[in-house]
């Protein structure tokens, strides 16, 4: 499969790693073996990933992350607009 998800993503839309297409596939992060869903940011090439502390939040109301280093691996949760798979677009409900 070619389709790969990029090599750093973030959830933060000040961040020039932001991409709203891409985080409307899905991305599923899996970190030293055990699959994340509390990842705001990671770097592949790096081996880090950026999860909330808690609820803490800084002064300006984004909350504050904690930098965890280790192997990451990244996939797409859902296929591309237009790379269906057969069979894959009719079992899904519409809304």
Do not use: H
Not at 17 to 34: A, N, S, T
Not at 56 to 74: S, Y
């Amino acid at each position: 499969m070619t389709d790969t998800p990029p090599d750093r993503l973030s959830i933060n839309s000040d961040s020039p790693y932001f991409d709203q297409p891409l985080l409307e596939r899905g991305i599923g992060i899996r970190f030293k073996g055990v699959e994340r869903k509390d990842v705001e940011e990671y770097c592949i090439s790096e081996g880090w990933i950026r999860v909330a502390l808690g609820k803490k939040v800084d002064r300006k109301g984004r909350a504050l992350t904690l930098k965890l280093v280790g192997e990451v691996e990244a996939w797409f949760e859902r296929p591309a607009a237009g790379e269906e798979t057969a069979g894959g677009a009719e079992d899904q409900p519409t809304a």
